[in-house]
């Protein structure tokens, strides 16, 4: 118990720049309070004392404005901002060093006694404050979730959802990793190399496909240093946003690309300049296309 409690101090404070002290974490951090009691909520739960489980994970509500069902499944190192208002149902699952922020819920959308109705978050997943997440889906490995964001489906991992209802946004390095991830899972070659699942051994602490436990370690530190609250990340912009930028290069593209095609036509002897009045209408793109097609029929036939 004390070293999970060590473990979330230490994390609350690598990613809370107002912590400035263990005391001051275990004392006044909201987030902390509510995962200690959910352990011992989930505890009653798993030994059938549903009654005080429900009673403590309503104490918790009490106490830090964060409501945990007794039945959720929360990793280590998860870490709780804030936290007034967060909603996290019954059949939910976090993994391992996600972040919630305030006004997250964690909601399902089936009336299904037994059923599978709340979100699984897998590693490292950074869920922003006001997002909703509803539905029995997965929200892949060091995901991001940003403000405000209702999210209705799966997002892979590494990817970036956003807006209501949810834009999903994979970066293409994110998706590269993806696939090679699922490539390695099902035992394809990968670099010309067959691809084995990830495990650790019981003898050496390496892992089956040769990567060390330091190495995964590396790169939980890299990640970590990478962390973006609330979601928000410099590279992943709204679509719409992406999209209105794109056009805005292509138009810049094209009109260098007919200023190219200006200087190459006066090389060869054209002249544009002198063209006004009724002459303008040899201007027109459909003109201007058949005169580059004739005279590049032109180069070839004399070659």
Known sequence: MFTRLREDIATIRERDPAARSAWEVLTCYPGLHA?????????????RRRWLARFVSQMARFMTGIEIHPGATVGRRVFIDHGMGVVIGETAQIGDDCTIYQGVTLGGTSLTRGAKRHPTLERGVIVGAGAKVLGGFTIGADAKIGSNAVVTKPVPAGGTAVGNPARIIVPA?????????????????????????????????????GVTRDDEHAKVAARRSDFCAYGI????????????????????????????????????????????????????????SAAIAGKVEGTVAAR
Request: aromatic fraction near 2%; charged fraction near 15%.
């Open 233 to 288: 990340t410099p590279n992943a912009d709204d679509p719409v946003s992406l999209a209105i930028h794109g056009l805005i290069d292509h138009a810049a593209t094209q009109a260098k690309r007919i200023d190219e095609i200006v200087v190459a036509l006066e090389h060869l002897g054209t002249s544009l300049e002198g063209l006004q009045g009724a002459d303008a209408a040899l201007l027109d793109l459909r003109r201007l």
């Open 173 to 209: 390095a994110a998706a590269a990793v993806s696939a090679v991830a699922k490539a390695a899972a099902v035992g394809m070659p990968v670099n010309g190399r067959a691809g084995v699942a990830s495990h650790a051994t019981a003898n050496d602490g390496a892992l089956s496909n």
């Open 35 to 47: 995962l200690v009691l959910h352990r011992f909520a989930h505890a009653c739960w798993r030994a």
